[in-house]
């Protein structure tokens, strides 16, 4: 059962314009939801994140987006840069699990087109 | 360097044959995990660690070892590889993963099993 669900394999952008990535879950007890960007052949980094106590956090052109009542969230980039083309990964945890409660969907490859 | 280095970068083994993947951090972390990346799957908990001689098993244990005799040090080894271990690993460390704050990654190796 997939609890963190990316629904859109990829997204097409063009330069300039908003990016929007989504990302549903099924868990209630989620409490923190994390975005990670990964370029080929490196590893992910850490983008941005959000506690379920809020239902915005922005950092510079990224803003996360969550609606707790419909279990999804959405990382919004504005505006879209030939660099933002990467694979991103929406995750979601328990702050009152164990450590290996981050889970991860299965990611949007996001391509940045000029 | 500071930071997460995991070793080989690519490695090619043939199948029955057992071979481990190093990893190595340098910010004296708690927490680090293994996870493995896989078209169709995103990114998968193989095993983590909460200290030195502390590990857990995650979603996909079967088939790994670890061991964590230095809070540093976290190698995966793959007892007797099969073809469908065929994926890219990723090691992580966190010094508070309940936090919110994410983890750290290092680049991955990529492993075939031929």
């Known amino acids: 059962d997939q609890q963190v669900k990316q629904n859109s394999p990829s997204l097409s952008v063009q330069e300039g314009r908003i990016s929007i990535l989504n990302c549903d879950y099924t868990n209630s007890m989620f409490d923190y939801f994390l975005w990670y960007k990964k370029y080929p052949a490196e590893g992910p980094t850490f983008l941005i994140s959000?506690?379920?106590?809020?239902d915005k956090n922005e950092d510079g052109r990224f803003t996360v987006f969550l609606n707790k009542s419909a279990k999804h969230l959405s990382l919004h980039i504005v505006p879209s840069q030939p660099g933002d083309s990467a694979v991103y990964f929406c995750a979601a945890m328990y702050s009152g699990g164990g450590a290996d409660g981050l889970t991860f969907g299965k990611g949007t490859h996001l391509i940045i087109q000029p | 360097d500071a930071g997460i280095t995991q070793s080989p970068r690519y490695k090619i083994t043939e199948t029955g044959r057992q071979v481990t993947l190093m990893c190595h951090q340098t910010w004296s972390h708690s927490y680090m995990f293994w996870y493995r990346q896989d078209l169709g799957h995103g990114l998968r908990l193989i095993y983590y660690?909460?200290?030195?001689?502390?590990?857990d098993k995650g979603e996909v244990p079967d088939g790994y070892v670890v061991s964590r005799s230095k809070t540093e040090n976290f190698p995966l080894t793959l007892e007797s590889a099969t073809r469908s271990q065929t994926s890219v690993y990723f090691c992580?460390?966190?010094?508070?993963?309940?936090?919110?704050?994410?983890?750290?990654f290092g680049s991955g190796t990529r492993l075939t099993v031929v």
């Open positions: 992580a460390s966190s010094d508070s993963p309940l936090s919110g704050y994410g983890y750290t």
């Open positions: 660690s909460a200290a030195a001689d502390i590990t």
């Open positions: 959000i506690s379920s106590i809020k």
